[in-house]
T-cell receptor, first 113, second 115 residues
Framework: NAGVTQTPKFRILKIGQSMTLQCTQD?????MYWYRQDPGMGLKLIYY???????DKGEVPNGYNVSRSTTEDFPLRLELAAPSQTSVYFC????????????FGQGTRLTVV | AQSVTQPDIHITVSEGASLELRCNYS??????LFWYVQSPGQGLQLLLK??????LVQGIKGFEAEFKRSQSSFNLRKPSVHWSDAAEYFC?????????????FGDGTTLTVKP
């Protein structure tokens, strides 16, 4: 029962570097989400997708890009890392049925120095 | 715009004592409410949810929550806390008829359990 899997779990980046956070789910969910969680704060939605080939911005999309070529995978790309992107990133997935919950991965802790 | 307020940033209770975590929401329509728990180094796990019906909702791990429309609240309760309940708890609100992914989350309440 893998659920939502994120890699890597931890990463340190230098300012200006790029990286991709990987997210895959094996529940055949159409909806997928990326959040960031800053210390003492709740989750803020970065991007989401309602199906393969369809993505849309959330509340805090600046500095990030996403793609959704398959139902299973939803990678998050940071192009030019900045210290403000130091955070814990969570990927989640959900069905398109109403009144259902989201399932979360274990998170990626990213530090930009 | 929808919003969630968790007034208590940090709560400490003794093991075996009762627990109540507060959640107030602002939403223009019928809300879809959740409580999630986040253990250290883990993702969020759903404790319970409410979107209609009985306003007292039972969840996993012995938790329950009561929806009070007149107070715009959805407080989480547990009659006897266990040391393993130490974690961060998030309340969230979304739109009935949607899934939870685009919900608005509160800032969380950290629960410490004293032996």
């Amino acid at each position: 029962n893998a659920g939502v899997t994120q890699t890597p779990k931890f990463r340190i980046l230098k300012i200006g570097q790029s990286m991709t956070l990987q997210c895959t789910q094996d529940m055949n969910h159409n909806y997928m989400y990326w959040y960031r969680q800053d210390p003492g704060m709740g989750l803020k939605l970065i991007y989401y997708s309602v199906g393969a080939g369809i993505t849309d911005k959330g509340e805090v999309p600046n500095g990030y890009n996403v793609s959704r070529s398959t139902t299973e995978d939803f990678p998050l790309r940071l192009e030019l890392a900045a210290p403000s992107q130091t955070s814990v990133y969570f990927c989640a997935s959900a069905t398109d049925r109403p009144n259902t919950e989201a399932f979360f991965g274990q998170g990626t802790r990213l530090t930009v120095v | 715009a929808q919003s969630v307020t968790q007034p208590d940033i940090h709560i400490t209770v003794s093991e075996g004592a009762s627990l109540e975590l507060r959640c107030n929401y602002s939403y223009g329509a019928t809300p879809y409410l959740f409580w999630y728990v986040q253990s250290p180094g883990q993702g969020l796990q759903l404790l319970l949810k409410y979107f209609s019906g009985d306003t007292l909702v039972q969840g996993i791990k012995g938790f329950e929550a009561e929806f009070k429309r007149s107070q715009s609240s959805f407080n989480l309760r547990k009659p006897s806390v266990h040391w393993s309940d130490a974690a961060e708890y998030f309340c969230a609100v979304g739109a009935v008829g949607t899934n939870a992914g685009k919900s608005t989350f509160g800032d969380g309440t950290t629960l410490t359990v004293k032996p």
